[in-house]
């Protein structure tokens, strides 16, 4: 595996084997990840990784970088074609740093305003208002936690992000939102594409 991307992967188990609670954990490697996205091996590396989401047709890959055999922890990266948009989603109950390595987007954040204390969201349908939109570049680190609802837009340019999750995805159903109408669609996630991080 690429140098700096062991030096991480090390520095995060030492993290996950001190620190038990994971708002602690993300905090404390969220700087490791900066580190990461500053890399050139890494850059470089990834100019080989392939453009293969079609989102119109419903299919969004990652690639698997690595997987702790003991923490459960992944690497993963997504990439984004030119004008191209993720589905308004969650990640369900998952913890995730999302990191731009490469490229310029906008990313906008969402809240539910339909959901009452003490009572069980809908699974159906939510009114979401937007509280946040960011034009993001290389660097940038978003801590989407669980149940957070998000999108990113490119522009001009692709975008490779390196995702850091506290677990595999890909294997459970999180939501998609319907902007306008508030439908809510359970999905897969993304398809999870196992590949080798070498320099
Ligand atoms: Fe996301």
Not at 24 to 38: A, N, S, V, W
Request: aromatic share 10%.
């Amino acid at each position: 595996m690429i140098k700096a991307a062991e030096k991480f992967v090390s520095d995060v188990r030492a993290i996950y084997e001190r620190e038990d609670d994971m708002e602690t954990r993300f905090d404390q490697i969220r700087p490791l990840l900066q580190e990461l996205l500053k890399d050139e091996e890494l850059k470089e590396a990834s100019k080989a990784w392939p453009f293969r989401n079609e989102p119109e047709k419903g299919y969004i890959e990652n690639l698997l970088f690595y997987e702790d055999p003991d923490h459960k922890f992944v690497l993963n990266s997504l990439l984004k074609k030119p004008h191209e948009s993720t589905p308004v989603h969650d990640h369900a109950h998952t913890w995730t740093l999302y990191g731009v390595l490469r490229g310029t987007e906008t990313v906008i954040r969402f809240e539910r305003t339909d959901v009452v204390e003490n009572e069980t969201p809908s699974e159906d349908h939510a009114d979401l208002r937007k509280i946040s939109e960011h034009q993001v570049t290389p660097g940038y680190i978003d801590f989407v936690r669980p149940y957070d609802i998000h999108v990113e837009h490119t522009g001009e340019e692709p975008v490779v992000g390196v995702i850091f999750r506290d677990q595999r995805v890909g294997g459970f159903l999180q939501n998609y939102y319907d902007a306008d109408t508030g439908k809510i669609k359970k999905t897969k996630g993304p398809t999870q594409i196992p590949y080798d991080l070498e320099a």
